[in-house]
């Protein structure tokens, strides 16, 4: 396996399927383009003559739309930024807050990253998504699934405030676990 010896740059971005490891190569002397999705080769260029431009790709399972940008700072420098969904990374994390929740926790020695998609209401695990049964309740939703035997359940309850929206709480065997923060 050749070294990466013009490593640039390196991102870890949080999908519903998992966080996943976006590197990118450079070579600015010979023009090379390479990136890297969790470690496996998704786009190889050689000597390419215009070292500035874009890279377009998919990222995860749910095959997410992604973009490098190749900037010219000053002289031979550059400036990379990643792009998800057409937004900056900055601006699709900080979007991603309000349209998922995330928690994370470990049931019998193994740990599970379980997201919400609150626009949708899928449910994922560990990169899966997960067979789900919704129902109506007094005060809200239940969506009901199951991880290793363990019955899960989100509640959505209203917060009562406008600006906080609905609230949505992970209840596993009848424990709440908080969310995480990624």
């Known amino acids: 396996l050749e070294k990466m010896t013009d490593l640039v740059a390196v991102w870890e971005v949080a999908l519903s399927d998992g966080v996943h490891k976006i590197e990118f190569e450079h070579g600015t002397t010979s023009g090379k383009r390479v990136v890297y999705v969790d470690g496996k080769e998704e786009i190889r260029?050689?000597?390419?003559?215009?070292?500035?431009?874009?890279?377009?790709?998919?990222?995860?399972?749910?095959?997410?739309?992604?973009?490098?940008?190749?900037?010219?700072?000053?002289?031979?420098?550059?400036?990379?930024t990643l792009e998800i969904n057409g937004k900056s990374l900055k601006k699709y994390l900080e979007n991603r807050l309000k349209t998922t929740n995330t928690w994370i926790l470990n049931l019998g020695g193994t740990d599970y990253r379980i997201v919400l998609e609150k626009d949708?209401?899928?449910?994922?695990?560990?990169?899966?998504?997960?067979?789900?049964?919704?129902?109506?309740?007094e005060d809200g939703t239940e969506t009901h699934f199951t991880v290793a035997d363990h019955s899960c359940c989100i509640k959505a309850v209203s917060s009562g405030k406008r600006k906080e929206g609905i609230i949505h709480t992970l209840i596993v065997d009848n424990r709440e676990i908080p969310e995480a923060v990624e």
């Open 45 to 80: 260029r050689e000597w390419m003559f215009k070292l500035v431009g874009k890279e377009t790709f998919t990222v995860g399972a749910t095959k997410t739309k992604a973009a490098i940008n190749i900037d010219a700072v000053s002289g031979f420098a550059y400036e990379y």
């Open 120 to 137: 949708t209401m899928d449910v994922w695990c560990n990169g899966e998504k997960m067979e789900t049964a919704g129902e109506f309740v």
